[in-house]
């Protein structure tokens, strides 16, 4: 189980990233200058509609959208990680999973968020990241 602030402080251990308060819910989000990594997503009142008319329902505890690389990525986080990663019709086409944090583990969340971060990064630092921590 992770928190808002094990995102907050797995994300700002990234080089460039700073946090900010925005979006509709007024919520954090997580960015480079190249845009946000993660964020905070509450429902809007249109999710919860869209999700009743397919039978589904929001999921409780507290969730944070994450980045990916792309609608494969998209696929095989939700394929892979069911319980943990879900979509709902506002994000398709849209390279990002919403994350429970009340199931991922710390391990999973560091995964997906570096994968993120590597995302929103130029070329050279994201080299340099990896280097320096062994992952290269």
Known sequence: MATLD???RIALEFPRVSEKVEGHGGGASWRTGAGMLAWERPPRQHDLEQLDALG???PGGVIVG???????AKAALLETY???????PHFDGFPA???RLDVIDEQLLRETLT???L????????????????LE
């Open 56 to 58: 589904r329902e929001w």
């Open 115 to 117: 994968d993120a971060w």
């Open 82 to 88: 069911p319980d943990v990663f879900f979509t709902i």
């Open 6 to 8: 094990d995102v907050r």
């Open 119 to 134: 995302l929103r990064v130029p070329r050279t630092v994201a080299k340099a990241w990896l280097a320096e921590h062994g």
């Open 97 to 99: 999973v919403l994350t």
């Open 66 to 72: 994450i980045r990916v690389d792309g609608e494969q």
